[in-house]
């Protein structure tokens, strides 16, 4: 009786205001990465940025070549890729809230590097060390609140993640737009040191935050876990020795897997297919353009003729942004991850060859001209709705417990390999006298935004309202990426889907019948 006693409450019917409290702190770490983009991409188009770090004629007139522009977006990417490949072992030994104090102390020394900045090159040493931090908190915060929060309300917690990009890219986009205009160093300056506002918040919350009990339980640290999860069960649960079940299930399920396993193993056996969807997905994401919005966007808008109202633009981008990431936070645990991941690569891929095919229209008229910026705020709200929102979450889940970080932290170098990638070549792609694509660079990403559509379908599997241990058992039995919606696990899986699943409204009869039966 009292395993369904939160039978009828819905996902949520596990979480408690304690944990969506820890959650949604953990997530201000993603304000930094959402600011610190949304914000470079301002200031290029700032007077006194562009006095300070560009190149001056003898007239006066200053200007971001496509080359130095290039090279101070794409190098900061190497300080995210060491970040990245680190965070792993770093997380493995000394565990999710020590990698976050870590990286907000690595948040400080970049804004303080950046805002004594006299030369372009200190300024991206500054990047640098900020994307460095930036790679621990992607890897550190989405492991941490998949491993935490119960599997019918993973998606709109861990997915929250985008909404937070969401949120520093919308601060950043208003303090652009009031010193878009300033021709003195205090612009940039202001803009630049309000990033040490988060990690110093971050810092002062951490010490309240436990620790993660899988990760306690990897450590043999049985008793602390149980008592972790007290704290942010319902008060039910402690009552009841529901948590006490839930951490022997965890350890029973875990038990072949305590040993943390090398880099190797993510490419052996079922880890490999994991590995596989985990870094196409973090690939599919940056190849879909979603870069020449969310770093190149007043210079975008400037480039295609629309450089009045870039940053007004800017603005009205990151509020609807802001708008579909909570949409998305809602619908991730009801329509899941899969049906979102396909539906955001089609329309993505529409609204990028509208782009495209707009750009070739020679005087466009006024209608025409706002029709084409409502599809680049569209090509972006959607990609924050549904692939953005989601790579994050995926790459969490489905790593099994001895390479969760390792695979979180393989998948997203990846990622930081392909965002590279598209940064470098973006400026030369957009501007004369190089490639010169302007709009017709939808074309490119449109198509790679229907490859990813396809992928989805085709490789990417349901992990709606599965325990991370269940998610073990469809990879194990080789579920193909279509049938893991239909998958019934059992034994020491299905006995920590149930503790974590019922009372959420998903399978609760079979799920108790499967526990019984264990």
């Known amino acids: 009786m009292p395993l369904v006693s939160w039978a009828d409450k819905g996902n949520f019917a596990k979480v408690t205001t304690k944990l969506v409290c820890i959650c949604l702190f953990l997530s201000l770490g993603s304000v930094i990465f ?86 372009y090159a200190q300024y991206t040493v500054g990047r640098i060390v900020l994307y460095f931090a930036v790679g621990i908190t992607e890897n550190a915060v989405p492991t941490y609140q998949s491993e935490i929060v119960p599997a019918g309300a993973r998606g709109a917690v861990v997915s929250s993640i985008q909404f937070f990009i969401a949120v520093g890219g919308f601060i950043s986009s208003g303090v652009n737009k009031r010193f878009s ?6 612009g940039w300056l202001v803009a630049t040191c ?70 190797l193993d993510l490419f052996r056996g079922t880890n490999a297919r994991r590995t596989m969807i985990a870094s196409v997905v973090f ?58 991941l396909i539906f955001g690569g089609i329309v993505q891929g529409i609204f990028l060859f509208l782009i495209a095919g707009l750009g070739l229209l020679k005087n466009p008229s006024t209608n025409v001209s706002h029709f084409f910026v409502a599809c680049v705020i569209l090509f972006s709200a959607l990609y924050a709705a549904t692939w953005g929102a989601t790579l994050y979450l995926l790459a969490a889940e489905i790593g099994t417990a001895r390479l969760r970080e390792k695979t979180m932290a393989f998948s997203s170098s990846v990622n930081v390999l392909a965002a590279f990638i598209v940064s470098f070549t973006l400026p030369y792609l957009l501007n004369s006298p190089y490639a010169n694509l302007q709009s017709n660079i939808g074309w490119i990403y449109g198509s790679f935004a229907f490859a990813a559509g396809a992928f989805a379908y085709f490789c990417v599997p349901e992990t709606k ?48 019948e499967q526990v019984e039966k264990a």
């Not at 470079?40 to 190149?55: D, H, K, L, N, S």
């Not at 049938?483 to 020491?492: E, I, P, Q, R």
């Open 181 to 186: 205009t300033d021709k003195t160093d205090e």
């Open 283 to 340: 690939a599919f994401a940056q190849f879909t353009g979603q870069a020449f919005t969310s770093q190149y966007g007043p210079r975008f808008y400037t480039t295609v003729g629309l450089g009045s109202m870039a940053f007004t633009y800017s603005l009205i981008n990151s509020a609807i942004g802001l708008l579909t990431c909570g949409i998305a936070m809602i619908a991730m645990d009801r329509v899941g991850r899969r049906p979102i």
């Open 465 to 512: 309202n599965r325990a991370l241990e269940e998610l073990d058992a469809c990879f194990e039995e080789r579920i193909s990426a279509r049938k893991f919606s239909s998958f019934v696990a059992t034994g020491a899986a299905a006995q920590v889907a149930v503790l974590e699943t019922v009372g959420a409204g998903v399978g609760k009869d079979e799920r108790i």
């Open 34 to 119: 959402g600011y610190d983009t949304g914000m470079f991409g301002g200031v290029q188009a700032i007077p006194g940025f562009v006095a300070r770090f560009g190149e001056c004629n003898a007239k006066g007139v200053c200007t971001l070549s496509a080359s130095r522009v290039s090279l101070m977006q794409s190098i900061a990417f190497v300080g995210k890729i060491i970040g990245t490949s680190s965070a792993g072992p770093i997380i493995e030994r000394f565990n999710h809230r020590n990698a976050m104090f870590f990286m907000c102390f690595c948040c400080f020394v970049g804004v303080v590097i950046e805002a004594t900045s006299k030369h």
């Open 194 to 263: 309000l990033q040490a506002l988060f990690p110093m918040l971050i810092a002062i919350g951490l010490p309240f935050v436990p620790i993660s009990p899988r990760w306690l339980i990897s450590k043999g640290r049985s008793e602390e876990a149980v008592r972790v999860l007290i704290k942010v069960r319902p008060k039910e649960d402690g009552d009841n020795g529901s948590c006490e079940a839930e951490v022997a299930a965890i350890d029973e399920a875990l038990q072949h897997q305590v040993d943390k396993g090398p880099w």
